[in-house]
């Protein structure tokens, strides 16, 4: 009798360790899913960052009214060139927002 309680709670122990390292599993595969998430994320907030500069300091070129920056964005806008001129020169999109991911 005492022989088979003992690989009864031998058995069980072997259950319930196997139920834990599957949980245990589970959850490392879910936390492995929301760092990458996270990581997506801060890639995202770096990129949006990087264009919230560059918006800024375009608009301050703008109100600062440098000759430069009003040609490029004038000629982009209405797609001129100068004699001999393949195209005008690329500026950033300062009208429309980036498409969002959802």
């Given amino acids: 009798m005492r022989g088979s309680l003992v690989v009864l709670h031998i058995v069980l122990a ?11 599993g589970l959850r490392a595969g879910a936390v492995s899913e929301v760092r990458a998430q996270a990581q997506a994320d801060r890639s995202e907030t770096q990129r949006m960052q990087r264009e919230m500069d ?20 004038a000629r982009e806008r209405l797609g001129y060139a100068r004699p001999g001129e393949l195209a005008p020169p ?5 009208d429309s927002p980036a498409p969002s991911r959802n």
């Fill in 54 to 73: 560059l918006q800024r300091n375009l608009l301050g070129a703008l109100r600062a009214q440098d000759p430069y920056v009003v040609e490029l964005l």
């Fill in 14 to 24: 072997v259950v319930v360790v196997a139920a834990l390292c599957r949980q245990l």
């Fill in 90 to 94: 690329p500026a950033p999109v300062v």
